[in-house]
């Protein structure tokens, strides 16, 4: 898996040919020539899917950035399925586009299809999410956030939320996880047990963990199944506002009080994550910025002119307790 410490350099050139996704949904969204009359730079994108309010507003960023810097943008939506997603970037090698970007659906299983793209001398740009791979220069970078310290920073809250909140005693936690094998969910519960491990392996302990697939459904049900098997957890550390948001109903429906008896902290920083908080629903949110439509914009057209870029871009993210809600929700565009 991708190591986000060093911020290596690399160059990559550019060029050919791709096979056509028959399960993702492709769209053809084009920006118009690029300037003096040049033919535009052609994009390939394939999107995890659309599981959340997270991954709609980064579609929509890199949609919009896309069409400013005047790209075609060629766009599939991979439903989250990983193989609609191999299919998609064969697609786009087969087309010729100039760079391929992706945003993958779990960490592993992709050194085919880059290798596909290296012999065609086609550059890839990792967005929002990492993979693991045996031959690093399979890829040319990462745009995205930093998943391991974003656990921390929730371990970290949390501390907070639970001194202000005056809980007393064991602190026994329910998490939500993200997609199984997806590099959000592993690198988000590591950041958080560290913190665990440090500072509260007496007082704190996470009694029940499943993945929620990130969807507010997912929340929803497996919550549900957790306050059945374990009705006295008293904190819910969900991986995403999605999963915090479909949870917050179960929660209510077995007649408790989200954010009082259960104390929320979830992950993402969407508007509906900030209305829940603003209702005292969630007690904090770490910030993880969907809108990387213009860093990837100008990643792309680095990598396509030839020139170094760093080996992983980092997006600039904020923490946010439930007293907070209320002045940043107008701040809030997704």
């Known amino acids: 898996m991708l190591s986000r410490r060093n911020f290596l350099t690399a160059a990559v050139g550019v060029a050919a040919a791709t096979g056509l996704a028959a399960c993702a949904k492709e769209d053809d969204g084009s920006s118009g020539s690029g300037s003096g009359g040049s033919k535009a730079l052609v994009l390939g994108f394939s999107q995890v899917g659309s599981e959340s309010g997270w991954r709609s507003a980064n579609t929509d960023s890199v949609k919009a950035a896309a069409k400013e810097a005047g790209y075609t943008l060629k766009f599939s939506d991979a439903q989250q399925k990983q193989e609609n997603q191999i299919s998609a970037i064969r697609s786009y090698i087969t087309q010729g586009v100039d760079v391929i970007a992706f945003s993958p659906v779990v960490v592993t299983g992709w050194d085919a299809v880059l290798k596909e793209a290296k012999a065609k001398k086609i550059p890839v740009v990792l967005t929002d999410r990492s993979v693991e791979t045996s031959d690093e220069s399979l890829y040319v970078t990462l745009v995205g956030s930093d998943f391991t310290e974003e656990g921390r920073r929730a371990g970290k809250i949390l501390e907070k939320v639970i001194a202000k909140a005056g809980l007393k005693g064991q602190v026994k936690i329910a998490q939500l996880e993200g997609t199984t094998g997806a ?27 499943q993945t929620g697939d990130f969807t507010r459904a997912g929340g929803k049900q497996v919550m549900a199944a957790f306050l059945q098997s374990n009705p006295d957890v008293n904190v819910l550390f969900a991986h995403n506002d999605d999963m915090a948001i479909g949870a917050i109903q179960s929660i209510e429906a077995a007649g408790k009080k ?21 209702e005292g629903k969630i007690n904090a949110i770490v910030e993880c910025n969907p809108l990387l439509g213009p860093q990837l914009m100008e990643v792309v057209q680095k990598v396509k002119d030839g020139k170094p870029v760093e080996r992983w871009i980092k997006t600039k993210e904020g923490d946010f307790m439930q007293d907070q809600a209320a002045a940043a929700l107008p701040t809030r565009k997704y």
Do not use: C, Q
């Open 183 to 209: 590099a959000p969910a592993i690198e988000r519960a590591k950041g958080f047990k560290e913190v665990m491990d440090a500072d509260h392996k007496d007082d704190w302990k996470i009694v029940v963990s």
């Open 258 to 278: 989200p954010g009082k008896d259960i104390l929320i902290v979830s992950i993402d920083g969407v508007k509906d994550g900030f209305v829940a908080m603003s």
